[in-house]
């Protein structure tokens, strides 16, 4: 065996790659003295670290666990484990890590501000709060604990007290990116538009969101600002977020084009048929496909700071995409004749989006709501395991599954139904993006682009929205929605 000084030799070696982003090179180094001596603490903690940021959390479990059991009054190993369990939303046994760290080391502000993020995972919010403001307490400059209390005020609520940490934490840290865009977000809930679509381009240089995007796009062509003149010119404009935000933002690709360009809109596979639509001198070409030369590039969701979009300003337009004629007389034969009003439901999103557990509701609890002698028809494709067990018990709701081929099937679905009703993904920006009469359920927390207390949207005229009244309550504004319903059955 080799002497310890060897070893340690080897995982300095290995921390020093780590910290190069090496990490496969770091990972042989660890590898190398835990063969040789498996109670290595130091090698452990590192791999075990190693293996959290790889995203290999079952494995690193295993090891940040064999580093606790050789030295269990160590604070960071047991911060560290609490990480990897909030990734894997074990929430609760994330909470337990934390409160181990902290009863060893009082001081110890990261194990504090990490707390916070579990707690608020777990919606006790003011135990976050607390937790928050006890590492502030501790390092009044701790720039991240700023940030998270500036977001969990946002979310009660606290938009003034929102605002103020976020500002606190950026006189600390003007650079960090995740503050600039979380603020951004504020700011563009509050209306603040000028401001917020410039610190939207932070987005680029958040390295959690920056990943999800794909990365910034390698283009020579120069993006377009806004200020180059466009006449005669053919410029890129390529979809970067999900299908929703397309569908809201394409709207700008007809703008571009009445400067005198040729626009070549690059958007996700199942909306290229629907967006085709748009314009006839905007091209819908597939994103992943070839691309034809162009003079200049900008990503759709940099339109609005390019055109300096207003409250004021938003290109309020009333219907900007059509559905597919064939496709609508099509479904139309499907339905059958109609013999009472038709209502269009989507009652969850993408398990993976980020604020799927306040934006979805389980069907059985819509179902409570909706009252008898209508035709519902569900726009989803996608089902959950519960709700494939409500929708059995209930088959006077029709799904289509697998036959909504794309989203031209769902617009025609959409265009023969006399009200959509959905929660915040991306049917009821498609509803809105057709003209369609749809009523949205919007979470306490909204997403940005719905804005605060307003019952309609300056995005689309033909939307109006039911809001959560309290943090994780939906009866009041399904309450709302039902009483709807039951006025255009008696024609009030």
């Known amino acids: 065996m080799l002497p310890p000084n060897q070893i340690q030799k080897i995982v300095e070696y290995g921390l020093s790659l780590h910290q190069q982003g090496d990490f496969q090179g770091a990972r042989i180094n660890y590898e ?181 995007l794909g990365g910034v796009r390698s283009f020579t062509q120069p993006l377009w600002s806004g200020c180059e003149p466009l006449d005669g010119r053919t410029i890129l404009i390529y979809a970067e977020q999900g299908l929703g935000d397309t569908i809201q933002f394409c709207r700008y690709a007809s703008l571009v084009s009445n400067l005198g360009a040729k626009v070549l809109l690059e958007v996700q596979a199942p909306l290229v048929k629907l967006l085709s639509s748009i314009d006839d001198y905007v091209n819908v070409i597939p994103k992943g496909g070839a691309l034809p030369s162009f003079d200049y590039q900008c990503p759709l969701l940099s339109l609005p700071l390019a055109f300096k979009t207003t409250l004021e300003t938003i290109p309020k337009i009333s219907k900007y995409i059509q559905a597919d004629e064939k496709k609508v007389i099509d479904w139309e034969a499907r339905l059958g004749k109609q013999n009472k009003p038709r209502v269009g439901i989507v009652w969850s999103g993408s398990l993976d989006h980020s604020n799927d557990q306040n934006r979805s509701i389980p069907l059985s609890e819509l179902i409570a709501y909706l009252p008898p002698n209508f035709d519902y028809v569900c726009l989803q494709k996608e089902l959950r395991e519960g709700d494939k067990e409500a929708l059995l018990q209930h088959p006077e709701i029709r799904w289509f599954g697998e036959d909504l081929n794309d989203f031209s099937d769902t617009a025609a679905l959409c265009e023969l139904m006399d009200v959509v009703v959905s929660v915040d993904t991306s049917v009821a920006h498609l509803a809105g993006a057709l003209g369609k009469t749809a009523w949205v359920l919007i979470p306490f927390s909204p997403d940005w682009r719905w804005l605060l207390d307003r019952k309609d949207s300056p995005w689309y005229p033909s939307i109006k929205l039911f809001r959560q009244e309290e943090m994780g309550n939906w009866s009041s504004a399904l309450k709302s929605i039902e009483s709807e319903l039951i006025g255009m059955n008696l024609g009030i």
């Open 32 to 212: 190398h003295a835990l063969s040789i001596d498996p109670t290595h603490f130091m090698a452990l903690q590192l791999m075990g670290s190693l293996l959290a940021q790889t995203k290999s959390y079952e494995a690193a479990i295993q090891y940040l666990s064999r580093a606790i059991l050789l030295s269990p009054n160590f604070a960071p190993s047991h911060n560290n484990l609490g990480n990897v369990f909030l990734e894997l939303r074990r929430l609760d046994e994330a909470l337990l890590s934390y409160e181990k760290a902290i009863a060893l080391e009082d001081n110890f502000t990261l194990a504090y501000n990490n707390r916070g993020n579990a707690l608020l995972e777990l919606r006790r919010l003011d135990e976050a709060l607390l937790s928050y403001e006890k590492a502030i307490a501790i390092e009044p400059n701790y720039f991240e604990a700023y940030n998270n209390r500036g977001n969990l005020f946002k979310m009660l609520g606290s938009f003034d007290e929102s605002v103020d940490s976020f500002k606190k934490s950026l006189l600390v840290n003007s650079s960090n990116a995740k503050t600039n865009w979380d603020f951004a977000l504020l700011l563009l809930t509050l209306g603040h538009f000028s401001e917020g679509f410039k610190l939207y381009e932070w987005r680029w240089k958040t390295p959690k969101l920056f990943k999800s």
